[in-house]
């Protein structure tokens, strides 16, 4: 079973407009990871924010975490066309044991 | 660095038969994990291994098995194929337990 879920399923958006997503999780977590995936290939880790952590910054990504309300979400700034893609927001329980979300597939048009 | 590797790319088998899929880590990761990713049921845990030693299983049957060898170098084998092991199998390495991992591109089956 799935820990996380992500809304919106899906997003579509024009060049340098912001994306935002969200990621809602059922337990408590050790860390809550970011992973990005183009046209079903392999993962590409974005961020990993820990619990102890509010925020993170990495380039045009900014990521936050509430832990009292088990959510975390991801804003992608000025977005690009090269950003479409599925994401998926991650998270453990103090194993390598990752549980994904759903993924919300955000379109970016030029 | 090289990063995760996986073989083969893409498998074709029929239903009944058996396969193997091959992942190296990344140079230094000793964690290695296994998922399964389908449209139906998105990305799921299979297992994890450390040091030869299979820490962590989800929650599939035991015809998915896996090992890793001495040098990082991990396998995961699917007996009895099934239509529905269809998917993408990926691959992961990390350095530690609850460090970022890192994927490979992943394994695509089609069982026929």
């Known amino acids: 079973s799935q820990q996380g879920e992500e809304d919106p399923q899906a997003l579509s958006i024009q060049e340098g407009e912001n994306a935002t997503m969200n990621c809602s999780y059922k337990?408590?977590?050790?860390?809550l990871q970011w992973y990005r995936q183009n046209s079903g290939r392999g993962l590409v880790h974005l961020i990993l924010?820990?619990?102890?952590?509010r925020e993170k910054h990495s380039g045009r990504l900014r990521v936050t975490l509430d832990t009292s309300k088990k959510s975390s979400s991801l804003l992608i700034t000025a977005s690009r066309a090269a950003d479409t893609a599925s994401y998926f927001c991650?998270?453990?329980?103090?194993?390598?044991?990752?549980?994904f979300g759903t993924g919300t597939r955000l379109q970016v048009f030029p | 660095k090289a990063g995760v590797t996986q073989t083969p790319r893409y498998l074709i088998k029929t239903r009944g038969q058996q396969v193997t899929l091959s992942c190296s880590p990344i140079?230094?990761?000793?964690?290695v994990s296994w998922y399964q990713q389908t449209p139906g049921q998105g990305l799921q845990f299979l297992f994890e291994?450390?040091?030869?030693?299979?820490?962590n299983k989800g929650n599939f049957p035991g015809r998915f098995s896996g090992r890793q060898f001495s040098n990082s170098r991990s396998e995961m084998n699917v007996s009895t194929l099934e239509l529905g092991d269809s998917a993408l199998y990926l691959c992961?390495?990390?350095?530690?337990?609850?460090?970022?991992?890192?994927f490979g591109p992943g394994t695509r089956l089609t069982v026929l």
């Open positions: 992961a390495s990390s350095l530690a337990e609850t460090d970022t991992q890192y």
């Open positions: 337990t408590s977590i050790n860390n």
């Open positions: 924010i820990r619990s102890n952590e």
């Open positions: 991650a998270t453990d329980l103090n194993t390598d044991k990752l549980i």
């Open positions: 140079s230094g990761h000793r964690s």
């Open positions: 291994y450390f040091s030869e030693t299979q820490r």
